[in-house]
């Protein structure tokens, strides 16, 4: 079994922190030829790996970019085109990006009525308009809480949302703490709650650059996470991973699997795939995508030292850590590695030994990529 992961590169307008690749430019030309060139990627998928067999997928997850710019009947009939490629009978879970200003009665109603989304990823970033503004978000936070609300009407039980932490330099707990407190009286089962982060090339990026903008001090951020801990404890929320909560049964399948290391391919401009050793990635320009959506840009063939690394990287940062089970499975040289190194780690207090397992200790989570980084 394995993952399907569509980008839809389409924003209205780009939020300042983000490097996800999408476009403003487009128009419904553009979108059509988008849907040609997916199905004419999952071809080429099926032809080059599979010989033309269909692949039986576990997951679908539709994101991008915002998947709910476009209609409903996009996906209808995209999902139509993919059914001749990928196998969704045993699909587990079908996941959908959307972004708030979007998710009205009507759109949500069409969308379970006519697609098998049942799964529903909300960019609600804050309920704050002060932040939502700094952001550049399209939405406010009355329009967040409404289309949650609009939501569990219509019958989506499995609803996420995104939360970005670390807003301000300074004093951003309280409004961190009332965000958090939003989204427990919405009763949302689980939701992804991210540090602001720099990457270069964003508006943020320049703003920070010219003096216009400041990001959280360490200290702050050290607050926030640690008030995520406390509300994740106090509300019956699991920290599964270091970013991402749930309350028990409704872990995200499609993203824990991406941590377990099982297969997925990815369609559409910028989209990355990892099947049997190869890593491979498509362009991240919509035009070139559309002028030839066969063949990647780029691929590398993992050696056992990739996927160690990955492992390592990728289990230090869920609940679970590296299991020593899976570990056996490495050469002699890279577990004696990973052996000096551990003893190291749990001198210095930032992993524990748990049954099968080594994760990260609960007060050193903040530091996971760190921590993880001292073993490569
Ligand atoms: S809507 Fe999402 S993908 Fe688009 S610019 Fe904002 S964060 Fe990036």
């Not at 991210?194 to 959280?216: C, D, H, I, N």
């Not at 056996?328 to 207090?349: K, P």
């Amino acid at each position: 079994m394995a993952g399907l992961y569509i980008h839809i590169p389409f924003c209205r307008r780009k939020c300042v922190y983000c490097a996800f690749y999408s476009t403003t430019a487009f128009d419904d030309a553009k979108v059509e030829a988008y849907r040609h060139a997916l199905a004419e990627e999952a071809r080429w998928f099926s032809e080059h790996y599979l010989d033309g067999r269909k692949a039986a997928l576990e997951t679908l997850y539709i994101g991008g970019g915002t998947p709910s710019l476009l209609p409903v009947d996009f996906y209808v009939r995209l999902i139509a085109d993919l059914e001749t490629f990928f196998n969704f009978s045993d699909c587990r879970e079908v996941s959908f990006e959307a972004n708030p200003e979007h998710l009205d009665y009507g759109y949500l109603r069409d969308l379970r009525q006519y697609t098998p989304v049942r799964r529903l990823s909300i960019g609600v970033q804050s309920f704050r308009d002060d932040d939502l503004k700094r952001l550049n978000r399209c939405h406010t936070g009355k329009e967040a809480v409404q289309a949650v609300e609009n939501a569990w009407r219509i019958g989506f039980e499995n609803l996420s949302a995104d939360l970005i932490y670390g807003l301000w330099e300074e004093g951003g707990s309280v409004r961190w703490k009332e965000n958090l407190a939003c989204l427990e009286a919405l009763g949302l089962p689980h939701f992804s709650a991210y540090a602001l982060s720099l990457e270069p090339r964003t508006r943020l990026w320049k703003q920070v650059e010219q003096g216009k903008a400041r990001m959280a001090s360490d200290e702050e951020l050290e607050l926030e996470y640690r008030e995520l801990q406390c509300f994740a404890k106090e509300h019956g929320y699991l920290l599964y991973e270091i970013s991402n909560l749930a309350k028990p049964g409704f872990e995200a399948i499609h993203n824990s699997n991406y941590w377990r290391n099982i297969p997925y391919v990815g369609l559409g401009a910028s989209a990355h795939s990892y099947w049997g050793k190869e890593r491979f990635w498509n362009t991240a320009c919509l035009d070139d995508y559309l002028k030839d959506a066969t063949g990647a840009k780029g691929r590398e063939v993992l050696s056992e030292e990739d996927v160690y690394h990955e492992y390592v990287m990728t289990a230090l940062r869920t609940i679970g850590g590296v299991k020593k089970s899976k570990l056996s499975g490495f050469s002699e040289s890279l577990q004696q590695e990973f052996r000096l190194r551990v003893v190291h780690e749990m001198e210095a207090g930032n992993l524990v030994e748990k049954e099968d397992a080594y994760v990260v200790a609960e007060d050193r989570r903040l530091l996971t990529d760190l921590i993880a980084g001292t073993f490569f």
